[in-house]
């Protein structure tokens, strides 16, 4: 007799307090990423003058991507969008205060900047 293995997916690491972020995350969510411009794609339209731009940017510290598209008419951002790298974001806890960072920031052994540098 056959016996099917379910094929498990690649299971990603889940982060579930603040314990369990990276440092890079918890110096991010104490004091913002550290954005990078990548690049800027451009949409032109059938008249060849520019309907959007779509701007890439990545954080220095946590390697967070920001996508935002940008319109050419209004200059307004229509979308912005964040990848988060893993053990970033914190599953099923709701919002966090900062005070729980910090705390945590200071709990760990090197909790200077470049002790968060791996
Ligand atoms: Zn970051």
């Known amino acids: 007799m056959k016996i099917k293995v379910p094929v498990e997916p690649e299971k990603k690491p889940v982060a579930t307090t603040p314990a369990d972020i990276t440092d890079e995350a918890l110096w991010c969510r104490t004091e913002r990423h550290l954005w990078k411009w990548v690049k800027d794609e451009i949409t032109v339209g059938t008249d060849a003058k520019p309907v959007e731009f779509r701007r890439h940017n990545e954080c220095l510290r946590c390697k967070a991507r920001k996508n935002r598209t940008i319109s050419a008419r209004t200059w307004t951002v229509q979308?912005?969008?964040?990848?988060?790298?893993?053990?970033?974001l914190i599953k099923g806890a709701g919002r966090h205060h900062s005070s729980e960072f910090y705390r945590e920031q200071m709990a760990r052994p090197a909790h200077t900047e470049s002790g968060a540098k791996r």
């Open 79 to 88: 979308r912005s969008r964040i990848a988060y790298p893993d053990l970033y």
